[in-house]
């Protein structure tokens, strides 16, 4: 395989991890919100607070 092309699916791969990284800080910010609130959540997950309201707003 050429540099480019190596490049390229690199980077594709990339991409892919961390969308799915950010899906899963979703998720788990939505399971926590269920029984807890925006300040805990924050706080248990070391997450800004501005982050955790953004993904609760996004998916409300």
Request: negative net charge.
């Amino acid at each position: 395989m050429c540099n480019l092309s190596e490049g390229i699916e690199q980077r594709g791969i990339e991409k892919g991890v961390q969308q799915g990284t950010q899906q899963g800080i979703q998720q788990m910010v939505l399971n926590a919100l269920q029984s807890n609130s925006i300040e805990d959540v924050s706080r248990i997950l070391l997450l800004p607070i501005e982050k955790v309201e953004k993904i609760a707003n996004e998916n409300k």
